[in-house]
């Protein structure tokens, strides 16, 4: 198989169209920087779903400590670029790295638990994360880290989360992916068949929590200020409802599910008490008429009904 | 002095431990009976304590009728909440009723936070503020203690009754062994369920009312992390068994104020979640739990 077919050549100039139509209205005018805040937090939000989803939707393991992996790149980011005055992409790639090492730690001895005992468990990690953030002075303790350079723009987001997608929609439809899809579907069934389920487990988590630290140093970078309080339970939380929402097994779904929902709190921002209301409800009704999310496991398909590269392309 | 301090210090662990263990019961009962992370229990408990605020404060009802009140409007919304929420999504998926249960707790606190206001509010003290020296030591036990510490145990009294001597408490624990056999016996599950929520979210709603008077301040957040304690404390003991809970509150209560008062205050929650992570990898049933073997 050619690496520079006719898809994935369509593919890449679809990436760069996209980019090329937002950069050109950015410098017309039309795309000011509310819209540009948006759109870097719709990036993050689909770099935490896609993310998520290889943990949650793809490998079956129920994660509620995503927030915590992401507030580790966030706080490795904003040491290194704001108190070690490195450049970004060394606060990136550090945040990856320290993220995807806190990943194996807290994999190898949580993941022999299943089901709703490995989301209480990742649930403490993560509140235990938050806890010591916030006990750090070094850090900022509970008022936070301040005066982290703004590096983060339009560019690194959206090339990052084309990467992220890039690499883990091919994981998935790697010998690897398949192993998880297994282990997803019945482990000890995956077991007999020589998978090894415990290396696989890890392994996903790793890349889970290397992607999560990624969207950490975008967003540090980004709001220039982090503090502990901001990667609690209940961004973890949003995370999940992001790839639920949009469809477990289905990237192009938490693409679309991280847009619509991050569309849905711009929409309601004006009315904060009663946005969170109505996002409950709005679970709510998704659980019981959809609980498969928008897209179920389905991958949206934009230039032929074969399969290949354009997941990811096709919902942008 | 020495003394003092760790029989003040296991007054405070117990009290705080009594209300970790009236919530930890709702959470045992609803998982044991239809294996559901109910995470608007914690919610409930909010809910109690403001029905108690406002019962005390507008009806100048006393310490008693609001806590009988309010544990009765609390089961009500706890069926209420079940009907409504839980019973559509019985059947799917783990994760799908885990959200769910997320949307409820949000709802709840939210919904609260927009028609009450976020603001802090004062509970009225509704006991008298009196104090007794034990054994001649000076070690005071606040009456509040005594009547967190009676009221919890008077309840639980109750609910062991309720459970080993009742019809209901017979068709619930039928229930949460085999819900296909019971129902071939005849048991009304959709009833037996209800029965389940209505009696988990009363104790929630007593626990509510104990903390406002003994804090005197609630607000609609409150219930967040007691909620999450008290399912530590569930798991501690092991889920879906009842004395477990009650172990399970009255350890995690004792282990805080204990960490709290050798002078780690600030990391007192993280242990909590760090013991929590220990007890999941080393005994995953709890401590009261019993091994199940994993079946193809």
Redesign the interface.
């Known amino acids: 198989m050619k690496i520079l077919n006719k898809k994935n050549i369509l593919s890449i100039l679809a990436i760069l169209i996209v980019y090329a139509i937002v950069e050109l209205l950015t410098h017309l005018g039309v795309i000011d920087s509310y819209i540009q805040l948006n759109l870097i937090l719709i990036g993050i939000n689909i770099i935490l779903a896609v993310s998520l989803n290889l943990i949650t939707g793809f490998t079956g393991q129920f994660s509620l400590g995503h927030a915590a992996f992401m507030s580790i790149g966030a706080y490795t980011s904003g040491i290194v670029t704001a108190k070690l005055g490195l450049p970004f992409i060394v606060g990136i790639i550090a945040a990856a790295v320290v993220a995807s090492i806190a990943g194996i730690i807290i994999g190898i001895p949580t993941l022999r638990l299943r089901g709703d005992y490995l989301a209480i468990a990742t649930l403490g990690f993560g509140e235990i994360v938050k806890i010591i953030a916030i006990n750090n002075d070094y850090i900022g303790g509970a008022v936070g880290l301040n005066d982290i350079p703004q590096y983060t723009n339009w560019t690194w987001t959206y090339f990052l989360v084309v990467l992220t997608v890039f690499i883990i929609y091919n994981f998935i439809k790697s010998y690897h992916g398949r192993a998880c899809i297994a282990i997803r579907e019945d482990e000890i069934a995956a077991e007999a068949m020589g998978v090894n389920t415990t290396y696989y487990k890890i392994l996903v988590f790793t890349i889970g929590a290397f992607f999560a630290g990624i969207a950490g140093a975008l967003y540090a970078n980004y709001f220039s200020f982090i503090k502990p309080d901001s990667f609690g339970f209940m961004k973890s939380v949003d995370i999940l409802v992001i790839v639920v929402f949009g469809g477990l097994g289905s990237i192009s779904g938490s693409i679309i599910g991280a847009i619509a929902l991050s569309l849905i709190s711009v929409f309601l921002q004006n009315i904060p008490e009663l946005r969170m209301v109505i996002y409950a409800v709005i679970l709510f009704l998704i659980m019981v008429y959809r609980p498969q999310g928008i897209m179920g496991n389905v991958e949206l398909k934009l230039f032929n009904k074969k399969g290949g590269l354009n997941g990811y392309a096709g919902s942008k | 002095m020495i003394m003092e301090e760790i029989i003040q210090q296991i007054v405070n662990g117990v009290s705080l431990g009594s209300i970790y263990a009236l919530i930890a019961l709702g959470y045992t009962m609803v998982y044991g009976i239809i294996?559901l992370?109910n995470f608007a229990h914690g919610d409930i408990y909010m809910i109690g304590a403001y029905v108690g605020f406002a019962l005390t404060t507008f009806l100048k009802l006393g310490f008693f009728p609001a806590l009988i009140l309010s544990m009765v409007i609390c089961a009500i919304l706890g069926v209420i909440i079940e009907k409504v929420?839980y019973k559509?999504?019985r059947n799917?998926?783990?994760?799908?009723a885990?959200?769910?249960a997320?949307?409820?707790s949000?709802?709840l606190?939210?919904?609260m936070?927009?028609f009450f206001k976020?603001d802090t509010r004062t509970f009225p003290s509704l006991l008298p503020d009196k104090q007794i020296k034990i054994f001649n030591t000076d070690a005071v036990l606040d009456i509040k203690n005594v009547y967190i510490i009676v009221v919890t145990i008077s309840l639980m009294l109750l609910l062991q009754y309720v459970i080993h001597r009742t019809k209901v408490g017979k068709a619930m624990r039928a229930v949460s062994l085999d819900r296909d056999a019971a129902q071939l016996m005849g048991i009304d599950i959709n009833k037996t369920i209800s029965n389940t929520f209505a009696i988990g979210s009363a104790l929630a709603g007593a626990a509510g009312v104990l903390v406002g008077t003994y804090y005197n301040s609630i607000n609609p957040l409150m219930g967040?992390v007691p909620g999450?304690k008290a399912?530590?404390a569930a798991?501690i003991g092991g889920i879906g068994i009842i004395p477990g809970a009650v172990f399970g509150g009255f350890f995690l209560g004792i282990t805080e104020t204990t960490i709290s008062s050798l002078g780690g205050s600030?990391?007192k929650?993280?242990v909590a979640?760090?013991i929590?992570?220990l007890v999941?990898?080393l005994k995953?049933n709890g401590f009261l739990g019993k091994d199940v073997k994993?079946k193809?």
């Open positions: 294996k992370i929420a559509p999504i799917s998926t783990r994760i799908a885990l959200i769910t997320i949307s409820v949000l709802f606190e939210y919904g936070m927009y976020p967040v999450l399912f530590v798991v600030l990391y929650d993280a979640f760090a929590l992570i999941l990898l995953p994993e193809v």
